[in-house]
């Protein structure tokens, strides 16, 4: 189960939008590179400020946002021409790119620490990777959970308004961040796994 099965909803709610965005000449492509721009100045930023627990509440705000957004540039893709082989690779680099930079900052908050969070980044860049291979072989992208994008989206999301309302975070949440590794390499392997059944 992953938030992932949600998205057909969720792409009927914004489907006005992104009429209304086509209808203004926005492309795939403008809403991909923009949605990782602002990912990672917002990164950068919470990096830097990590003290200032305050500032964390934009992230689920962002993480939210970013979420719609990575829906828009598929509709735009598939509902109005505007796929490409570039658009293809934005969609993937940007999303692991992205992902990195919004974790990023929780290296600096205790109770976690950069090894944990770096280890976490890298897995999670892996299961992205093992999604993509099944593609590649001619069996379609991998989106098997349980820790898919949408799901890690919610997660830090939920830690990010926490430490905004609360000033800082308990220390029991670093054995939960160390169990989402785990979790991590069982999407992988369910990527894996069931990219070769399909074959």
Same mark, same amino acid.
């Given at each position: ?6 998205? +057909? ?12 965005? =086509? ?49 828009? *540039? ?20 940007? *999303? ?8 990023? +900052?929780?290296?600096?908050?205790? +109770? ?24 590649? =072989? ?5 989106? *098997?959970? +349980?820790?898919?994008?949408? *799901? ?48």
């Amino acid at each position: 189960m992953s938030i992932y099965a949600l998205k +057909p909803r969720f792409q009927n709610l914004l489907r006005p939008g992104v009429r209304y965005l =086509h209808g203004k000449g926005v492309t795939a492509n403008q809403v991909t590179l923009a949605a990782c721009a602002v990912s990672v100045l917002l990164g950068v930023v919470l990096a830097l400020a990590a003290g200032h627990s305050g500032l964390f509440w934009l992230l689920p705000v962002w993480l939210f946002v970013r979420m719609a957004l990575n829906a828009v *540039d598929g509709m735009l893709a598939r509902e109005f021409g505007q796929q490409s082989a570039l658009g293809g690779y934005l969609n993937e680099i940007t *999303d692991v790119v992205a992902d990195a930079a919004l974790y990023l +900052p929780f290296a600096f908050v205790a +109770p976690f620490g950069g090894l944990q969070i770096g280890l976490l980044i890298f897995v999670a860049a892996m299961s992205e990777f093992c999604g993509v291979l099944g593609q590649v =072989h001619g069996n379609g992208r991998r989106y *098997d959970g +349980p820790l898919g994008k949408s *799901d890690r989206a919610f997660i830090f999301g939920a830690l990010g308004l926490w430490y905004a309302l609360a000033g800082s975070l308990p220390g029991w949440l670093n054995a939960v961040m160390w169990l989402l590794l785990p979790l991590l390499l069982w999407t992988c392997w369910r990527r894996i796994h069931n990219g070769l059944k399909a074959a």
